[in-house]
Nanobody, 129 residues
């Protein structure tokens, strides 16, 4: 059973920073892409960014225009955990953040929900004015 677990959510003031973490287990996909999505109440889920993670991943990252230059995706040395470093946070960044996993390399995907096979439960990020 595939399981994705997010951690590190919380509340910060505008301009502050926050780091989220996601660890996956229970899978042995040949190709993997780990992504971050977010969703505000009443709005569509949108892609934040993604990384070609895992032992065979190139570590290539992709970002949505809305977060490029402020957010950074990375992985640990064992390539088992993915991070989302969020800087210069804005109130518009508020929402539930989800970790997602695809069995394909990121390069063949768009930041679209339908492209990802497995999902975490989501964690809340709140940015105050």
């Amino acid at each position: 059973q595939v399981h994705l677990a997010e951690s590190g959510g919380g509340s910060v003031q505008a301009g502050g920073s926050l780091t989220l973490s996601c660890v996956g287990s229970g899978y042995t996909y040949t190709e993997t892409c780990m992504a971050w999505f977010r969703q505000a109440p009443g709005e569509e889920r949108e892609g934040v960014g993604m990384i070609e993670a895992g032992p065979d991943g190139a570590g290539t990252t992709y970002y949505a225009d809305s977060v490029k230059g402020r957010f950074t995706i990375s992985q640990d040395n064992a390539k088992k955990r993915v991070f989302l470093q969020m800087n210069s946070l804005k109130p518009e960044d508020t929402g539930s953040y989800y970790c997602a996993l695809s069995s394909h390399w990121c390069g063949g995907l768009g930041l679209e929900s339908a492209e990802f096979r497995n999902w975490g439960q989501g964690i809340q990020v709140t940015v105050s004015s």
